[in-house]
């Protein structure tokens, strides 16, 4: 996070009925999974009520939220009566002095009873993610692995983005997904899962049963080929591209009367134009204030 971020008018953010909206006509042209992402979802009132909306939609095969995990231990039993079927929480330390100076303060004994909280309330699928960063807190991968041991966990290591709000990104700092799984296999024996097309990460399971890790290669072995998610802002923006500035605001058609059609071929439209992917974007942009940061828009 920047030290000063900007806080948008709460005029300017959808509201629960406009998102269901969305999400209804998204589901219509034959998206099965949705996920609420953030910034931070569990800092909008009444999350509860968004996602009764949402689970309400037929043929909604998943419907997940990731959350930095603070308000987690009071809203776990909450959003799982609502219908929220899996929980992915952001963990990047198991040192609580650490977790704070990366979180900005946060509580680590917070985000721990938080998870303990989603656990107790059977989310499936749970999973952990996990940001590696050089210098930082790559002394801890195989720790943060041992969590996925027991079985009830899948623990996700992302490489490091150029997405942070201080613009302290480097290729030094980014430690690959194949260093990841080597470090591991020092301590673990692990066994690939064949990759399901596009999904954002490469599983392995422990030879010796229990749970499963995975690796993000958004850097090094990008995934564009097979990408098929398009994200809608808070402000109405469809953003097919996270590495792409341009956003397509449809919010001006949900308030100004469009018609569910328009709506619909406002949004092909968009996934139309989508960029060409991580690659092409780290060459096109040669600074890195030409890339979004990622709290204002979410994985």
Not at 51 to 71: D, W, Y
Not at 172 to 182: A, F, H, L, P
């Amino acid at each position: 996070m920047p030290t000063h971020p900007v806080w948008l008018p709460r005029s300017e953010i959808l509201s629960y009925e406009e998102i269901h909206r969305v999400a209804l006509l998204c589901v219509g042209m034959g998206v099965e999974n949705i996920r609420l992402s953030g910034g931070e979802p569990l800092m909008r009132s009444d999350i509860e009520r968004l996602v009764e909306l949402l689970a309400g939609i037929p043929h909604i095969r998943q419907l997940s939220m990731t959350t930095n995990g603070f308000l987690l231990c009071q809203k776990a039993s909450a959003l799982k009566r609502a219908g929220l079927k899996g929980m992915t929480v952001s963990l990047h330390s198991l040192k609580a002095d650490r977790f704070s100076q990366i979180t900005g303060g946060g509580v680590f004994e917070t985000v721990l009873a938080g998870i303990k909280a989603a656990k107790a309330s059977g989310f499936n699928p749970l999973k952990i993610n996990a940001v590696i960063i050089r210098g930082c807190n790559d002394d801890e991968v195989v720790d943060l692995a041992s969590l996925a041991t027991a079985g009830d966990i899948t623990v996700r290591f992302i490489e490091y983005m150029p997405f942070d709000g201080q613009r302290l990104w480097g290729m030094d700092k980014v430690v690959s997904g194949s260093e990841i799984i080597e470090r591991i296999r020092e301590r673990y024996e692990l066994v690939p899962v064949p990759r399901q097309r596009g999904s954002t990460a490469q599983l392995y399971r422990f030879e010796s049963g229990g749970g499963e890790v995975g690796v993000i290669t958004s850097i090094t072995q990008p995934f564009c080929s097979d990408c098929d998610r398009i994200r809608l802002s808070a402000d109405g923006k469809i953003v097919p591209c996270l590495f792409d500035k341009n956003g397509f605001d449809l919010r001006p058609l949900l308030r100004n009367g469009g018609s569910d059609e328009a709506i619909v071929s406002f949004m092909r439209e968009a996934v139309s134009r989508k960029a060409p992917g991580v690659e092409t974007l780290l060459k096109k942009y040669q600074r890195l204030e030409h890339i979004r940061p990622m709290h204002t828009i979410g994985g």
